[in-house]
């Protein structure tokens, strides 16, 4: 099995036996098992991996017994306990237990932000280190197909990024494992956590959003194509973005009077995802919708980036009222930079933002320079916490 060098792995490193517990949240099938694995390797047998899905491994989780634990633990340094949202106040369990046996350091990985998070955030105020692991990241895919050139891309861009699509070897076997990840686990804990009252409404609207990749979004045009409440339609976009599946993007304006201030895009946090539900098979270069794929999928790419920043940029798109625009502006700090992404050929800023906003930077991204773009390494400071 193809093993992937992850980015963010040694921040995570970082901050073990720092007194805090690790959280790892992120998709499902995006390789949480398989890094959390890899870390607690390092430490032999006095690390340990235990699945929260298995009944004999819930069944230790027991409230005000943190002793309860201690069979899983006993003369381990290190416990991964996976797919921590399958427990039932697993933010108070973990809580009692690490203010009762704080030598032992816990990882507890996620693949539903709005049910974990919520239930560990609150009462592991404090206590615990918090990351995300995405589907791969384009440097992540370089590093381990140094062969990779721009036409590679074009694959990412079709099947997505997530690792086993990644690894498989065959068209065949990317279009299977796509289609499994969004069929079998893409709305799994949307749907085991949340009350959805109507299933068929939820599916149509992702459908509906993936058709306007790139576009802005009116949430009244959604509510009355679905015939549901806009209440309704702003839930499930909540949920979709908790659960990984989208990000919503909002405008950038420092000028109400020529900017959009209020509009938003909804972009799929993997292409292959998004793919999947409106057109998985037709090759980049034929599609009518390859600009608005590639610019989701560069999006996707400085999300990732940002996954590896202790106080991760903002992102958003920059729009006037008479139509002129930047498909991504990210701000950091006070530095602003603007990336337009155009399939092959080249563009300069636009003058209107070049006016308002002159200390900005400007770069164009395409298909032929997006490797030489994102693909070196990131080299912020390694995240270091003290003890």
């Given amino acids: 099995m193809k ?10 490193t970082s901050v073990l036996f ?4 690790v959280v790892i949240l992120g998709p499902r099938q995006s390789g949480k ?3 959390a694995k890899k870390i607690i390797a390092t430490y032999g047998q006095e690390g340990e991996y235990y699945d929260c899905q298995l009944a004999d491994v819930r069944a230790h989780f027991v409230i005000g017994k943190p ?14 306990f996976d797919e921590a949202q399958t427990i039932q106040n697993i933010g108070t369990l973990l809580k009692v237990f690490h203010d009762t046996y704080p030598g032992v350091q816990i990882i507890a990985t996620g693949s539903s932000s709005f049910d974990l998070a919520n239930k560990i955030k609150e009462p592991m105020t404090g206590r615990a280190y918090e990351f995300t692991l995405l589907p791969l990241s384009l440097h992540e895919v370089i590093s381990a197909y140094p062969d990779f050139g721009a036409d590679d891309v074009h694959a990412l861009m079709q099947f997505g990024s997530y690792p086993a699509v990644v690894a498989a070897e065959s068209v065949d076997e990317k279009l299977f494992a796509i289609k499994n990840i969004s069929t079998n686990y893409l709305y799994k804990d ?7 009252r109507n299933p068929q409404v939820f599916e149509n609207l992702v459908k509906v959003l993936a058709l306007q990749v790139g576009s802005m979004v009116s949430l009244n045009e ?3 194509g679905l015939s549901v409440t806009r209440g309704t339609v702003n839930r499930y976009l909540k949920l979709l973005e908790q659960s990984f599946i989208i990000k919503i993007v909002h405008s950038f304006s420092n000028n109400p009077r020529t900017e959009l201030k209020k509009a938003f895009k909804v972009f799929f946090l ?8 409106v057109d998985i098979a037709s090759p980049m270069e034929a599609r009518s919708d390859k600009g608005a794929i590639f610019e989701n999928f560069y999006v996707d790419e400085r999300i990732k980036q940002g996954t590896l920043h202790i106080f991760p940029p903002e992102i958003f798109f920059w729009r006037t009222r008479t139509g002129v625009e930047i498909d991504v502006i990210e701000k950091n700090g006070k530095e602003i930079s603007a990336y337009e992404c155009k399939w092959k050929e080249q563009v300069s800023a636009p003058a209107a933002f070049s006016a308002a906003y002159p200390e900005a ?13 994102l693909g070196q390494p990131f080299l912020e400071p390694p995240f270091m916490v003290g003890s």
Avoid: S, W, Y
Avoid at 18 to 21: L, T
């Fill in 3 to 12: 093993v992937f060098h992850r980015d963010i792995e040694p921040r995570i």
């Fill in 18 to 21: 720092k007194g805090k517990m």
């Fill in 190 to 196: 949307v749907f085991v956590f949340e009350a959805i």
């Fill in 361 to 373: 930077h400007f770069e164009c991204i395409t298909t032929k320079n997006i490797v030489d773009h």
């Fill in 33 to 35: 098992t398989t890094l």
């Fill in 270 to 277: 993997d292409t292959g995802v998004r793919n999947a539900l």
């Fill in 222 to 224: 959604l509510a009355q």
């Fill in 67 to 80: 002793d309860a634990l201690l069979p899983l633990t006993k003369n381990k340094k290190i416990v991964v």
